[in-house]
């Protein structure tokens, strides 16, 4: 047993407690880059735009990997920003807000589908209509991950190294009683919990979103509803 244990005997439980912060905050970040990648290949697909995919590096710190994550998503925030100020130039603003649209209907989105063509090349199928849309109604969410990513990395735990958490329980625990002890730990935990308080739902809604976006779009491409 740790010496501080004996004067802290609340120790053993705070950083069991860690470790399982830890490794939600890598699960949730390792979700979040199989999100992106999903987006990206859906980009690709449906409106032309190349992105490199991103990956998780298990060697650097939680900030680098943030920080991999951020620049992927804001790169995909200029192409739609670009198509986006298009668009709205273009076309008429009872046209322009009826992409903003959830409930719009398929034969709504083909009539808007048929002034899209003749105002941007990226927009030439009702599914490339559909993610536009998709992307337009979904622009705070992408905000959002970006910017909770970006608190994490200039916090506490951002300069904790992947390679750490991706140990077995055991390591992770030997790295964590050499490291946190004391206050140190009550200052981890709370720091643990107020970026788990918003990168948790955040991260929930980016990932439910983007798999949503693809089903809504294989089950209406089997039904023809596309053509």
């Not at 048929?114 to 337009?136: E, N």
Request: charged fraction near 30%; hydrophobic fraction near 40%.
């Amino acid at each position: 047993m740790n010496w501080s244990d004996i004067f802290y005997p609340e120790n053993p439980k705070s950083r069991e407690n860690l470790i399982r912060k830890s490794q939600e905050v890598l699960e949730l970040m390792k979700n979040n880059f199989r999100a992106t990648n999903q987006l990206i290949e859906v980009l690709q697909e449906h409106l032309g735009l190349h992105f490199s995919p991103v990956k998780v590096n298990e060697k650097a710190t939680v900030k680098e990997n943030c920080d991999v994550l951020i620049e992927r998503i804001r790169e995909i925030q200029v192409e739609v920003g670009k198509i986006d100020r298009e668009l709205k130039e273009e076309l008429d603003p009872a046209l322009y807000e009826k992409l903003r649209r959830k409930d719009l209907s398929i034969p709504e989105r083909k009539k808007v589908l048929t002034v899209l063509r003749g105002v941007h090349c990226c927009v030439a199928t009702l599914a490339s209509a559909y993610i536009v849309g998709w992307l337009f109604q979904n622009a705070t969410m992408l905000a959002n991950i970006t910017g909770v990513c970006g608190v994490i990395a200039k916090g506490l735990i951002g300069c904790v190294v992947f390679g750490v958490l991706f140990m077995g329980a055991d390591m992770i625990f030997q790295a964590i009683l050499g490291y946190f002890e004391r206050d140190e730990l009550e200052r981890a935990l709370k720091d643990y919990d107020n970026v788990l308080e918003d990168f948790r739902p955040e991260s929930v809604k980016y990932q439910d979103s983007i798999t949503e976006v693809k089903v809504i779009i294989r089950i209406m491409l089997k039904k023809n509803m596309f053509s």
